[in-house]
């Protein structure tokens, strides 16, 4: 299993970005999948998931409104579309495989198996 992010950079608060997130070693359309982001000194944060076939999109209260998960299973790539971003959306960005999901009350926990390796994404003035 390996995934291989792109698309991260430095942006001015209020800028977009569109993270990338090519898969390969696994059969990419059978796995929800999620964006997980780490801040400097902090712990790792969910930001966004997405069922296997798309149908289902999950984000957390901070990111709603902003950003756009998505897939093209038939490029076995996950995406993550980042606007009106914030310096507090200042964080290496991962994507990860989920192992196993349960939804209560419109809400995912996510369990994951594998992760990429991130890409850098910061937001300054």
């Known amino acids: 299993v390996q995934f291989v992010e792109s698309g991260g950079g430095m942006v001015h608060p209020g800028g977009s970005l569109r993270l990338s997130c090519a898969a390969s070693?696994?059969?990419?359309?059978?796995?929800?999948m999620t964006w997980v982001r780490q801040a400097p000194g902090k712990g790792p944060e969910w930001v966004s998931g997405?069922?296997?076939?798309?149908?289902?999109?999950y984000y957390a209260d901070s990111v709603k409104g902003r950003f756009t998960i998505s897939r093209d299973n038939a490029k076995n790539t996950l995406y993550l579309q980042m606007s009106s971003l914030k310096p507090e959306d200042t964080a290496l960005y991962y994507c990860?495989?989920?192992?196993?999901?349960?939804?209560?009350?419109?809400?995912?926990?996510?369990?994951?198996?594998?992760w990429g390796q991130g890409t850098q994404v910061t937001v300054s003035s």
């Open positions: 990860a495989r989920v192992s196993f999901v349960q939804v209560l009350g419109g809400r995912p926990r996510y369990e994951y198996d594998y």
């Open positions: 070693g696994f059969t990419f359309n059978t796995y929800d």
């Open positions: 997405i069922s296997a076939g798309g149908g289902s999109t």
